[in-house]
């Protein structure tokens, strides 16, 4: 049975209260054996999708993911788009803005690896960096360059959120289609990975020790998440936020949000005209020919 997304998603203007979200749930899936077999079965349907939408080339897919440090968002691109061809995806891993970042709009560095028709682009962390890391550590914000009058605004983060869901509801009137998943991590999960990634040699080039900066400012990062979730998410391009303690089963909620995004389209293969039948079946009769 496919599974139901819509409680996980975020209502336009919700009051977030990640507190009463779950960050664990109970298991979608029976037993190993039964998560590989459902999620080869996502990744499966995913590659047929993405080639009908690469053929149809009248439509983008944007995936974004954001989520505290070791909430798994790069496990979860890696297992839900194994089989994507990757000439059709691109992934962008955004991190501090460089100098020339700086000297633009916030939104302007993102908006360049904005995927294109007939693609699917997928943002490990994004513009959403702007509302949360640089809401919760203000010494960024005083590094970008904005006129005073901006940068000391009451009004800032609900410009920002303005300026988000602006741009956010052009690019769905254009044809990009936009999913966007907190992966709700429990701060005691976020410590068991941490020490995994202290213990693990194999994982010691993963630990920062900003993450542990970051840890300290756990309670901050959170409501400004909630601000952020509820302010941003729209009809058009929602809000999930997945409970992630189990990454398999954050990693099945995904990939079904995004088939049922992509099996919304009702796409097919384009048909030729009858001039174009004629001409392939023409060719074919020239080719069957033994030579």
């Known amino acids: 049975?496919?599974?139901?997304?819509?409680?996980?998603?975020?209502a336009p203007d919700e009051e977030v209260d990640l507190s009463a979200r779950p960050t664990?749930?109970?298991?979608?899936?029976?037993?190993?054996?039964?998560?590989?077999?459902?999620?080869e079965e996502h990744i499966e349907a995913l590659a047929e999708q993405q080639s009908l939408l690469y053929s149809n080339n009248t439509h983008s897919l944007l995936l974004i993911f954001q989520g505290m440090d070791s909430a798994g968002k790069d496990s979860c691109i890696k297992h839900v788009m194994s089989g994507v061809n990757p000439q059709g995806c691109q992934v962008y891993s955004f991190k501090h803005p460089s100098?020339?970042?700086?000297?633009?709009?916030f939104l302007w560095r993102t908006t360049q690896r904005l995927p294109e028709r007939g693609h699917i682009?997928?943002?490990?962390?994004?513009?959403?960096?702007?509302?949360?890391?640089?809401?919760?550590?203000?010494e960024i914000l005083r590094g970008e360059g904005l006129p005073e009058?901006?940068?000391?605004?009451?009004?800032?983060?609900?410009?920002?959120?303005?300026s988000i869901t602006d741009q956010e509801h052009h690019l769905h009137h254009n044809g990009t289609r936009i999913l966007k998943f907190f992966l709700h991590v429990s701060k005691n999960e976020q410590r068991k990975r941490l020490l995994r990634r202290i213990d693990d040699p194999k994982r010691n080039w993963k630990f920062s020790?900003?993450?542990?900066?970051?840890?300290?400012?756990?309670?901050?990062?959170?409501?400004?998440?909630?601000?952020c979730l509820g302010a941003t998410s729209t009809g058009h391009s929602p809000w999930y936020v997945v409970p992630a303690d189990d990454k398999r089963n954050a990693q099945l909620i995904v990939s079904q949000a995004?088939?049922?995004?992509?099996n919304a389209l009702g796409m097919s293969y384009p048909k030729v005209d009858d001039a174009r039948e004629r001409e392939l079946q023409a060719i074919r009769k020239h080719l069957a020919k033994r030579e």
């Open 1 to 10: 049975m496919p599974i139901d997304c819509s409680k996980f998603r975020v």
């Open 24 to 39: 664990d749930i109970k298991p979608l899936y029976d037993s190993h054996k039964d998560y590989r077999r459902r999620i």
């Open 99 to 105: 100098a020339a970042e700086l000297e633009h709009d």
């Open 121 to 138: 682009g997928i943002f490990n962390r994004s513009y959403y960096e702007e509302v949360l890391i640089v809401r919760v550590q203000p």
């Open 149 to 162: 009058e901006v940068g000391h605004s009451d009004h800032l983060w609900q410009q920002r959120y303005r």
């Open 209 to 227: 020790s900003s993450d542990i900066e970051q840890r300290k400012s756990w309670t901050r990062y959170q409501k400004a998440y909630e601000l």
């Open 258 to 262: 995004i088939l049922d995004a992509l």
